[in-house]
Each structure stands twice: as C-alpha cells, then as structure tokens.
C-alpha cells in the first residue's frame, strides 16, 4: 500500500513545496505515515497545514 496515493490534497500541495519533508514523510514507517495522514485531516486552514509538514515529522 502507498499512502502518498491517497493524500489530502491540502497536504500532498504543502508535501511538494517542501521537498525536503516529502523526503522525511517517504522515509517514515508506513504506520507513522497514517499517523500524520490522519492529523492532516483534522486541518483546515493552508497555515496549520505548512506549519503541520514545515515541523518535524517524527
């Protein structure tokens, strides 16, 4: 399964603007993976977002 296939899009956007939390979110084990999928959902505004994937991932 690839989670990055499925991603809120809100979250694969602010992904592709960091290339470098794209490389930290691919590298984490599949459950952390859903983990932050599943707090993504819960974001609503594009600032929580960036702040969400500019911070630390693990």
């Given at each position: 399964?690839?989670?990055?296939?499925?991603l809120?899009?809100?979250?694969?956007?602010?992904?592709?603007?960091?290339?470098?939390?794209?490389?930290?979110?691919?590298?984490?084990?599949?459950?952390?993976?859903?983990?932050?999928?599943?707090?993504?959902?819960?974001?609503?505004?594009?600032?929580?977002?960036?702040?969400?994937?500019?911070g630390?991932?693990?």
């Amino acid at each position: 399964m690839d989670p990055t296939r499925d991603l809120p899009l809100g979250f694969g956007m602010a992904l592709m603007q960091n290339r470098a939390a794209f490389r930290a979110f691919r590298a984490l084990p599949p459950e952390r993976q859903q983990e932050l999928i599943a707090r993504t959902r819960a974001v609503s505004f594009r600032e929580e977002m960036r702040s969400l994937v500019g911070g630390p991932l693990s």
